[in-house]
T-cell receptor, first 114, second 114 residues
């Protein structure tokens, strides 16, 4: 059974619209993260949450808003979508948020903005 | 600024040979280095990791060699199999990143010829 679920697998959106990317983890971890992977850049850290509290935000834009409704959920809301937002977004989790905690990644949501 | 660099970008070896993937870094505070394996359409999977107190870590056919003085490490895959064909990412973290941020290299695409 998949331990980290991301929904949907593929997402197509139009410029200016808003989308929510879903992430649920069933590893019992207390820390969750979002990373972004595009053709132009390697995997980039976006956010980290620990015990449902924001720990670090490395995105320059307020258009990206993580939402944690439950301990094992960390969704990503993206507003006013731009073509440059096209990328694969990965959710990850770990037990503990210190620097050397092993992080496990989900299968990703591939977002295309037209 | 690219803090973690990988070389080569792509590598092809014959089945049964040893593949050597290189990684270097700039931040001397980095002390944890996980390697991830990623197949097309999937999320990165944690393969093996090393902490800076060690100079070698072995797990089956996968071995990390770490040179702290030169800020370099390498992943050796012995007896390469076609199923090892994937993209490999070196990542790094620092105790200064107590929010769990991983810095990734741009990846090495490995192809194993049968």
């Amino acid at each position: 059974d998949p331990k980290i679920i991301q929904k949907p697998k593929y997402l197509v959106a139009v410029t200016g619209s808003e989308k929510i990317l879903i992430c649920e983890q069933y590893l019992g971890h207390n820390a969750m993260y979002w990373y972004r992977q595009s053709a132009k850049k390697p995997l980039e850290f976006m956010f980290s949450y620990s015990y449902q509290k924001l720990m670090d935000n490395q995105t320059a834009s307020s258009r990206f808003q993580p939402q944690s409704s439950k301990k094992n959920h960390l969704d990503l809301q993206i507003t006013a979508l731009k073509p440059d937002d096209s990328a694969t977004y990965f959710c990850a989790s770990s037990q503990g948020s210190w620097g050397n905690a092993e992080q496990f990644f989900g299968p990703g949501t591939r977002l295309t903005v037209l | 600024q690219q803090q973690v660099r990988q070389s080569p970008q792509s590598l092809t070896v014959w089945e049964g040979e040893t593949a050597i993937l290189n990684c270097s870094y700039e931040d001397s505070t980095f002390n944890y280095f996980p390697w991830y394996q990623q197949f097309p359409g999937e999320g990165p999977a944690l393969l093996i990791s090393i902490r800076s107190v060690s100079d070698k870590k072995e797990d089956g056919r996968f071995t990390i060699f770490f040179n702290k003085r030169e800020k370099k490490l390498s992943l050796h895959i012995t007896d390469s199999q076609p199923g090892d064909s994937a993209t490999y990412f070196c990542a790094a973290s620092s105790p200064n990143y107590n929010q769990g941020k991983l810095i990734f290299g741009q990846g090495t695409k490995l192809s194993i010829k049968p």
